[in-house]
């Protein structure tokens, strides 16, 4: 009965918060605030004003990530509401008929069940966070900075701040679920009328059996999160030169973009006309207008990564590419970078 309200309460308890304490600032004013994720939804504190909130996780912008981990995760607890219950049910057919199979199955499913909560939770929620931020670099599970010189707003408005972060109560109470649920093993063992381990063999293995295909399709099961990827620049800056055999080299000096997302664009700068257009990526060897060269392979235009613009094909002069045309980079059609005119050889 202990797990099985241990169970409970690990459902509605928090499972993750973010504290930060901030102060004394210039002033000498010094507030807490914190933020508590639980099955639900995420609970957030501000001392300064006492303001309090609590919102759904349907509520909660730019968390999809982390929403779509903490349903999963109440899955797994129903999951382990119907584990817990068996093995009372089990605990109670042992008490009244001696038989042991049924609550010995239940235990150890509950058990490892209860373990594997926590770990899986640990283990995706910083994937989730990145995926949410786009940032990257969250940390680890759990941990505390401090940065006493942290200026805020106006210059010389200095704070000293302190940030920590880490499981929540929800998080210890499946694994205080996991202990208590082991307790039970020595009553089932030795109490009834065939003490000992040897007719509890089957039992135990087919819980065993039955919790890991619950613990492979929960993994499998579990929408994984986008793997982080650095966000696009705002802009790119390039730097042009014409080189020998008649052909332009665009490198790239500044900014970053997902090569896929990003167009290259020429335009005969006296008629307007595009004489070519073409996704980045499409610049590889057997490309008559251009070749793209990837230096560091991330599959992204960034700094040290250059374009060489084909002037001649087979021995001719590109129709397609000429001094005095321009050059463009567009991603969605909105302009990063532009070649104002490519140089006269």
């Not at 049924?102 to 939770?121: D, G, L, R, S």
């Not at 704070?159 to 109560?169: A, E, F, L, Q, V």
Request: contains cysteine; charged residues 15%.
């Amino acid at each position: 009965m202990i797990a099985f309200g241990l169970i409970i309460g690990s459902i509605l308890g928090p499972w993750y918060s973010y504290t930060l304490r901030d102060g004394p600032n210039s002033s000498g004013v010094t507030f807490t605030s914190s933020t508590e994720q639980g099955l639900f939804g995420e609970y957030r504190f501000r001392s300064e004003n006492d303001w309090r909130q609590f919102s759904n996780w349907s509520d909660v912008d730019g968390r999809n990530n982390q929403a779509r981990l903490y349903s999963h995760l109440f899955s797994l607890e129903l999951i382990a509401v119907v584990l817990a219950a068996g093995m009372v049910g089990g605990i109670a057919l042992h008490m009244r008929k001696g038989k042991r199979g049924v609550a010995a199955a239940f235990t150890v499913a509950t058990v490892i069940w209860c373990v594997f909560m926590p770990m899986f939770f640990m283990l995706n929620l910083e994937p989730a966070n990145d995926a949410d931020s786009r940032e990257g670099g969250v940390g680890s599970f759990w941990g505390e900075r401090d940065d006493p010189d942290s200026e805020i707003g106006a210059p010389g408005n200095i704070h000293h701040r302190i940030s920590t972060w880490g499981p929540g109560t929800g998080w210890f109470l499946s694994i205080l679920a996991a202990i208590s649920a082991v307790v039970t093993l020595p009553v089932l063992l030795y109490t009834g009328p065939r003490p000992g381990f040897a007719d509890l063999r089957i039992p135990v293995a087919a819980g065993m059996v039955g919790i890991i295909c619950l613990v492979g399709a929960a993994i499998l099961l579990y929408p994984q999160p986008p793997p982080w990827e650095q966000p696009d620049s705002d802009s790119m800056s390039t730097r042009t030169q014409a080189v020998q055999g008649g052909d332009w080299l665009v490198e790239i000096t500044g900014g970053s973009f997902r090569a896929s997302g990003l167009e290259l664009v020429v335009i005969n700068s006296t008629t307007g006309a595009r004489t070519m257009q073409a996704r980045v990526p499409a610049g590889n060897a057997d490309n008559p207008d251009f070749f793209w060269n990837d230096s560091n392979r991330n599959h992204r235009l960034d700094a040290g990564d250059s374009i060489l613009l084909k002037g001649t094909v087979n021995g001719q002069p590109n129709p397609n590419i000429l001094a005095g045309f321009k050059a463009q980079f567009l991603k969605n059609d909105i302009l990063v970078a532009t070649i104002r005119e490519l140089p006269p050889h």
